[in-house]
């Protein structure tokens, strides 16, 4: 019989106690701040701009709304989004590792993105904003590193407003059994050796490369969107399906 309480969770290919996980996380992400950009540069061959760019292009944002990138991290969406909302919107960037939060804001300051932009530490599981709050919600690539993912997007579901939408991009399961070999011996191989040559840590890279086998496929997220009350939820796969972007909306 199953507690209801999970007591372990999955961190990378690992099986951890459940409380430990955003500790663990978190350290992760302390680890590798600083060579963030540098590492998402070299590690999809700047392939990730194009899929946030198209991230964007399917939010609906527009001048005025109010915009939440959750795991906002350095900021690439967000620095986009707050010259769509204009003067009058704003975006919050979100994101539970105070690290990352640090790099985005004086990344977005030295870029001149100020007045609409607003930086939140916050769990994804327990967002600290009042019921439909926002016009459009984003996770790149955070989602799998949440302990509780249906948790977590109930959450977002409650403080987006109706009408709203959610954006999910993140890295899931490849179309192709070629693709998902060559994919695998990239990412457990070189991956690793990337991280300790450009940030002297190869363990956090492996958790991440760990972390997106663990994540649930195209179908089962879309299915856990579905079942917190997400409406007319679909997904792209992008890049032969290394990454999809779910979308779904609140009515």
């Given at each position: ?68 990138d959750i795991a906002g991290g350095t900021g690439d969406l967000t620095l986009k989004f707050s010259r769509l909302v204009g003067t009058q919107g704003q975006v ?144 792209q796969n992008l890049t032969g399906g290394i990454v999809a972007l779910h979308k779904g909306f609140k009515f």
């Open positions: 019989m199953q507690d209801d309480q999970k007591k372990t969770t999955d961190f990378g290919f690992k099986e951890i106690p459940t409380d430990e996980k955003v500790k663990a996380v978190a350290q992760v992400f302390h680890s590798v701040a600083a060579k963030y950009d540098i590492m998402n540069d070299l590690m999809s061959g700047g392939i990730h701009r194009l899929w946030k760019r198209h991230t964007i292009s399917q939010s609906g944002v527009r001048a005025g709304h109010c915009v939440l919050i960037l979100a994101d539970i590792n105070d690290s990352m939060l640090k790099v985005g804001r004086d990344k977005l300051a030295n870029q001149g993105v100020v007045g609409n932009v607003k930086f939140v530490q916050a769990n994804a599981e327990a967002l600290p904003f009042p019921d439909d709050t926002f016009d459009c919600i984003t996770i790149a690539f955070g989602l799998r590193n949440v302990t509780d993912k249906s948790k977590a997007l109930a959450s977002m579901y409650r403080v987006l407003k109706p009408g709203g939408r959610l954006l999910v991009l993140e890295f899931s399961k490849p179309e192709s059994e070629l693709l998902s070999q060559v994919y695998d011996q990239y990412s457990f191989r070189l991956l690793p050796a990337m991280g300790k040559l450009i940030a002297n840590d190869a363990d956090s890279y492996r958790y991440l490369a760990e972390s997106i086998r663990m994540h649930p496929d195209q179908e089962t997220l879309k299915s856990m969107m579905d079942d917190v009350g997400f409406e007319r939820t679909s997904y």
